[in-house]
């Protein structure tokens, strides 16, 4: 199922950590920079999709993280989104608080929500988990109805935020819009590459794949689970809070069980575990739905019918995805790359070279114990709790 | 390959496939465009775009769903013979489910995408509310909101919306005198949706029926369709007439639950959730019942207001115009209150576009219906002016029977304030144009 990023055992415990960062962050901002090209050239529509993905990126980021690291499953992120969501709009409305202290509050209230469900989390395995999650997304947007004075009902609340002043009037606001979403997905995912890459990362994998092991190798299980729930519920309140921004509002309607259900999908059909596969999984889930839908309805259905299309489109990708790919379209490019003759080729005209400087295997399929001749990237092995 | 190489390739690699998806999907916008040589977006030189949100899957959608295709067919007829000042109006809206989180998403591409020149007859109140703000922000005009909320008459923070529909307050009001009159010392109990539809409602209710008859006020919320704990309430309460501000689906669940609970109070429903025709569909369909009549067995005697002519008045002239339109372009849709609703609100915007000149621009369409529209479909006047942007000022009292709303009394005319009175207005409606569309 989810493939780790770093199959081997990591050697060194100190000194990796800075070399690491450095690497992220040029990467970041190497994608900062084409990004930033990119949204003023594409047009508003084109940003206004672009923040949708970028929005969607953070969430499911954290989802994967949680699912595919720690062996956690969670259907209910968007409760956690909501929860974001909803105390961003109300730090604007009351407080007036500007919009980075609102995106921090926000982040930070839903990571302690986290936290809490995390206690209760950590003792679930499997279905019960998943269903304990389930409830929390299905319960948590009715608070709002129930606490209507406070939290606007089924209306929802306003959440408008312009583009500041000191930008002048050439910035519309989708790409103001852009630039905060995609901004924010940059540091998610920074921060993200390098907990993975760290020693909670590597303690994380060994609970997800053998939870007695780990505790016998001194890890401290439930806490290590409880902090996934926690960085996980961070995302989706990050996540929510860019969701509001980019609907303007917030209602029950934004953080419905259609939301949360999107979010693993896009975390499954990216590659569980994968950030890439989180970029790759929000942008199939966030882009072709409008067009899906537009198509649908010019074939000449009826609205009722086309509205559903996607939602039908998506959930047969699901089941093809999960039968012929289980690592997703990550796991599915990474094999491509494997597989491929281009890389025997390239394997075939430097292999001389690699001889010539170290007899013997290849470094990498030594240590990582993947032989190109795989058949398929299938043969991952077994994970509790995403039955 | 080194672990930390894999984790870099890995980040670099899906942001740049982002950053590739978004480039590449933009080559495919750039034809969207206006187009023409005039500037301002959605106008050509033939062709008037204008986009809406509709609810046409949802708990509002059964109904409501009929009025975007019924408005619709209106603009084909006023294209098939000549349109405005030669440009056909193109008319795009897409589902919003009634749910704001996707008004607000499918607003922002008809805005975007599809460069509108406007957004028309966006229909509900919690939806619309979600998309207000914005498009004042951007002065795209936001004409005739299928809502009577009075939310969409503040010219000073929504300047560029109008309501169209006889506002809820007024509504109230009229119901409310009507209540009065008609049932003196009589246990009252409301019954509403609770978001600004419902609230302005019983303000308007509240304004005219005595404090001291009102015993009971149950809500609702269209997301939770169990409504038994309300409709005891009222029962408890002992309320003898119940006045239901709800959409269709809520008052045919209003009026089973009661079946259900044996509580027969007189209902009195606000014209939006009164249609006899979808009500009589929506009874059937949710007591499973295919008998013949069982639905308008159930809608006999339902007190309710009308501000467009009734259907049952065939030699009224908007009546004979509209039905023949509809048999023209929308034959399968039954010819009911929805369809009359989706065809004078559009009649209403080809009056505006036509007040706007031959080079219509959003801003003079603004001041063409700020400067005030002739009374055309509706039984009272509209009260537009720069400092008001509610709609129909009035309406007539009538009662369902046999599947027929049949008025009961003359136009009643009010304004939305506390303390104005509610009095009859007597000029008679002006017939409808032979050519079927308003003069320039």
Same mark, same amino acid.
């Given at each position: 199922?989810?493939?780790?990023?770093?199959?081997?055992?990591?050697?060194?415990?100190?000194?990796?950590?800075?070399?690491?960062?450095?690497?992220?962050?040029?990467?970041?901002?190497?994608?900062?920079?084409?990004?930033?090209?990119?949204?003023?050239?594409?047009?508003?529509?084109?940003?206004?999709?672009?923040?949708?993905?970028?929005?969607?990126?953070?969430?499911?980021?954290?989802?994967?993280?949680?699912?595919?690291?720690?062996?956690?499953?969670?259907?209910?992120?968007?409760?956690?989104?909501?929860?974001?969501?909803?105390?961003?709009?109300?730090?604007?409305?009351?407080?007036?608080?500007?919009?980075?202290?609102?995106?921090?509050?926000?982040?930070?209230?839903?990571?302690?929500?986290?936290?809490?469900?995390?206690?209760?989390?950590?003792?679930?395995?499997?279905?019960?988990?998943?269903?304990?999650?389930?409830?929390?997304?299905?319960?948590?947007?009715?608070?709002?109805?129930?606490?209507?004075?406070?939290?606007?009902?089924?209306?929802?609340?306003?959440?408008?935020?312009?583009?500041?002043?000191?930008?002048?009037?050439?910035?519309?606001?989708?790409?103001?819009?852009?630039?905060?979403?995609?901004?924010?997905?940059?540091?998610?995912?920074?921060?993200?590459?390098?907990?993975?890459?760290?020693?909670?990362?590597?303690?994380?994998?060994?609970?997800?794949?053998?939870?007695?092991?780990?505790?016998?190798?001194?890890?401290?299980?439930?806490?290590?689970?409880?902090?996934?729930?926690?960085?996980?519920?961070?995302?989706?309140?990050?996540?929510?809070?860019?969701?509001?921004?980019?609907?303007?509002?917030?209602?029950?309607?934004?953080?419905?069980?259609?939301?949360?259900?999107?979010?693993?999908?896009?975390?499954?059909?990216?590659?569980?575990?994968?950030?890439?596969?989180?970029?790759?999984?929000?942008?199939?889930?966030?882009?072709?739905?409008?067009?899906?839908?537009?198509?649908?309805?010019?074939?000449?259905?009826?609205?009722?019918?086309?509205?559903?299309?996607?939602?039908?489109?998506?959930?047969?990708?699901?089941?093809?995805?999960?039968?012929?790919?289980?690592?997703?379209?990550?796991?599915?490019?990474?094999?491509?790359?494997?597989?491929?003759?281009?890389?025997?080729?390239?394997?075939?005209?430097?292999?001389?070279?690699?001889?010539?400087?170290?007899?013997?295997?290849?470094?990498?399929?030594?240590?990582?114990?993947?032989?190109?001749?795989?058949?398929?990237?299938?043969?991952?092995?077994?994970?509790?709790?995403?039955? | 390959?080194?672990?930390?190489?894999?984790?870099?390739?890995?980040?670099?690699?899906?942001?740049?496939?982002?950053?590739?998806?978004?480039?590449?999907?933009?080559?495919?916008? @750039?034809?969207?465009?206006?187009?023409?040589?005039?500037?301002?977006?959605?106008?050509?030189?033939?062709? &008037?775009?204008?986009?809406? +949100?509709?609810?046409?899957?949802?708990?509002?959608?059964?109904?409501?769903?009929?009025?975007?295709?019924?408005?619709?067919?209106?603009?084909?007829?006023?294209?098939?013979?000549?349109?405005?000042?030669?440009?056909?109006?193109?008319?795009?809206?897409?589902?919003?489910?009634?749910?704001?989180?996707?008004?607000?998403?499918?607003?922002?591409?008809?805005?975007?995408?599809?460069?509108?020149?406007?957004?028309?007859?966006?229909?509900?109140?919690?939806? +619309?509310?979600?998309?207000?703000?914005?498009?004042?922000?951007? +002065?795209?005009?936001?004409?005739?909101?299928?809502?009577?909320?009075?939310?969409?008459?503040?010219?000073?923070?929504?300047?560029?919306?109008?309501?169209?529909?006889?506002?809820?307050?007024?509504?109230?009001?009229?119901?409310?005198?009507?209540?009065?009159?008609?049932?003196?010392?009589?246990?009252?109990?409301?019954?509403?949706?609770?978001?600004?539809?419902?609230?302005?409602?019983?303000?308007?209710?509240?304004?005219?029926?005595?404090?001291?008859?009102?015993?009971?006020?149950?809500?609702?919320?269209?997301?939770?369709?169990?409504?038994?704990?309300?409709?005891?309430?009222?029962?408890?309460?002992?309320?003898?007439?119940?006045?239901?501000? @709800?959409?269709?689906?809520?008052?045919?669940?209003?009026?089973?639950?009661?079946?259900?609970?044996?509580?027969?109070?007189?209902?009195?429903?606000?014209?939006?959730?009164?249609?006899?025709?979808?009500?009589?569909?929506?009874?059937?369909?949710?007591?499973?019942?295919?008998?013949?009549?069982?639905?308008?067995?159930?809608?006999?005697?339902?007190?309710?207001?009308?501000?467009?002519?009734?259907?049952?008045?065939?030699?009224?002239?908007?009546?004979?115009?509209?039905?023949?339109?509809?048999?023209?372009?929308?034959?399968?849709?039954?010819?009911?209150?929805?369809?009359?609703?989706?065809?004078?609100?559009?009649?209403?915007?080809?009056?505006?576009?036509?007040?706007?000149?031959?080079?219509?621009?959003?801003?003079?369409? &603004?001041?063409? &219906?700020?400067?005030?529209?002739?009374?055309?479909?509706?039984?009272?006047?509209?009260?537009? @002016?720069?400092?008001? +942007?509610?709609?129909?000022?009035?309406?007539?009292?009538?009662?369902?029977?046999?599947?027929?709303?049949?008025?009961?009394?003359?136009?009643?005319?009010?304004?939305?304030?506390?303390?104005?009175?509610?009095?009859?207005?007597?000029?008679?409606?002006?017939?409808?144009?032979?050519?079927?569309?308003?003069?320039?």
């Amino acid at each position: 199922m989810a493939r780790s990023p770093d199959p081997r055992p990591a050697g060194r415990l100190g000194g990796l950590a800075a070399p690491t960062l450095v690497r992220h962050l040029g990467a970041a901002v190497l994608a900062g920079v084409v990004l930033l090209i990119g949204s003023n050239t594409i047009g508003d529509y084109r940003d206004y999709q672009l923040a949708n993905v970028a929005v969607y990126v953070v969430a499911v980021a954290g989802l994967t993280l949680l699912i595919g690291l720690s062996g956690q499953i969670s259907i209910g992120n968007g409760a956690f989104m909501a929860v974001g969501g909803y105390l961003a709009a109300l730090l604007l409305a009351d407080l007036k608080w500007p919009l980075i202290a609102i995106l921090l509050a926000a982040t930070a209230g839903a990571a302690v929500v986290g936290a809490i469900f995390g206690v209760a989390a950590a003792r679930l395995r499997g279905p019960y988990l998943a269903g304990a999650t389930l409830m929390l997304a299905v319960a948590l947007p009715s608070v709002a109805t129930r606490f209507q004075s406070v939290l606007g009902g089924d209306q929802g609340l306003g959440f408008f935020i312009g583009v500041p002043g000191f930008l002048g009037p050439n910035v519309s606001p989708y790409r103001w819009l852009a630039w905060v979403t995609c901004g924010a997905a940059l540091v998610t995912m920074v921060l993200l590459a390098n907990l993975i890459r760290s020693r909670t990362g590597r303690s994380w994998r060994a609970v997800r794949d053998d939870e007695i092991a780990a505790a016998l190798a001194g890890l401290n299980v439930a806490r290590l689970q409880i902090l996934a729930f926690v960085v996980s519920a961070a995302c989706a309140g990050l996540g929510g809070t860019l969701l509001a921004m980019w609907n303007q509002s917030v209602s029950p309607g934004l953080f419905s069980l259609t939301l949360s259900i999107q979010l693993l999908t896009a975390a499954v059909l990216g590659g569980l575990g994968s950030l890439t596969g989180a970029v790759l999984g929000s942008a199939i889930v966030v882009l072709p739905y409008t067009y899906l839908q537009n198509q649908a309805i010019s074939l000449g259905m009826t609205t009722a019918t086309g509205s559903n299309v996607p939602i039908l489109a998506y959930g047969a990708v699901l089941i093809v995805v999960m039968l012929a790919f289980p690592a997703g379209i990550q796991g599915l490019l990474a094999w491509m790359v494997r597989a491929s003759r281009v890389r025997q080729a390239v394997r075939w005209l430097t292999g001389p070279l690699a001889r010539r400087a170290s007899p013997g295997p290849s470094v990498h399929s030594a240590a990582s114990g993947h032989p190109d001749q795989r058949s398929a990237p299938a043969a991952e092995p077994q994970e509790k709790g995403t039955t | 390959m080194s672990s930390s190489h894999r984790a870099r390739l890995a980040a670099v690699a899906g942001l740049a496939v982002m950053s590739m998806v978004a480039a590449a999907c933009s080559s495919s916008s @750039s034809g969207g465009g206006g187009g023409g040589t005039v500037s301002t977006p959605g106008i050509t030189k033939t062709t &008037i775009t204008i986009g809406s +949100h509709q609810p046409l899957t949802g708990i509002a959608a059964p109904g409501y769903d009929e009025i975007a295709p019924a408005s619709n067919a209106y603009f084909q007829y006023v294209n098939a013979h000549g349109g405005i000042f030669g440009r056909k109006i193109i008319y795009k809206y897409l589902n919003d489910q009634y749910n704001p989180s996707i008004t607000s998403t499918v607003v922002t591409q008809l805005v975007l995408k599809d460069k509108v020149f406007a957004i028309f007859n966006g229909l509900g109140t919690p939806t +619309h509310l979600a998309v207000a703000p914005m498009l004042n922000s951007e +002065h795209i005009p936001d004409v005739f909101v299928a809502s009577g909320c009075e939310c969409w008459n503040a010219t000073s923070a929504l300047p560029d919306t109008f309501g169209w529909q006889l506002d809820y307050v007024r509504e109230g009001k009229i119901l409310g005198s009507y209540i009065e009159q008609h049932f003196k010392g009589k246990k009252i109990g409301f019954f509403y949706q609770n978001d600004e539809f419902g609230q302005d409602g019983v303000k308007g209710l509240s304004d005219e029926i005595p404090k001291s008859q009102i015993v009971a006020e149950e809500s609702y919320v269209p997301t939770n369709i169990k409504i038994a704990p309300q409709v005891a309430a009222l029962k408890a309460k002992g309320a003898q007439v119940v006045v239901s501000f @709800s959409v269709p689906a809520f008052t045919a669940l209003l009026k089973l639950t009661m079946l259900g609970l044996k509580y027969t109070p007189q209902l009195v429903v606000s014209d939006v959730g009164s249609d006899p025709i979808t009500l009589a569909g929506l009874l059937a369909s949710f007591a499973k019942n295919k008998t013949a009549g069982f639905g308008n067995a159930l809608t006999q005697g339902i007190i309710t207001d009308g501000y467009l002519p009734s259907l049952g008045s065939t030699s009224n002239s908007w009546i004979t115009l509209f039905k023949k339109i509809h048999d023209t372009y929308v034959p399968k849709l039954p010819f009911d209150g929805n369809v009359l609703y989706g065809m004078s609100v559009a009649y209403t915007f080809v009056q505006a576009m036509f007040k706007a000149g031959k080079n219509p621009t959003r801003e003079s369409l &603004i001041s063409a &219906i700020n400067g005030g529209l002739p009374q055309g479909v509706s039984v009272a006047p509209y009260v537009y @002016s720069a400092t008001d +942007h509610n709609g129909i000022s009035g309406a007539y009292m009538g009662v369902i029977k046999n599947g027929a709303l049949v008025p009961t009394g003359g136009v009643l005319v009010t304004d939305d304030t506390a303390t104005g009175a509610v009095t009859a207005y007597t000029t008679p409606q002006l017939a409808a144009p032979a050519s079927g569309i308003p003069s320039p």
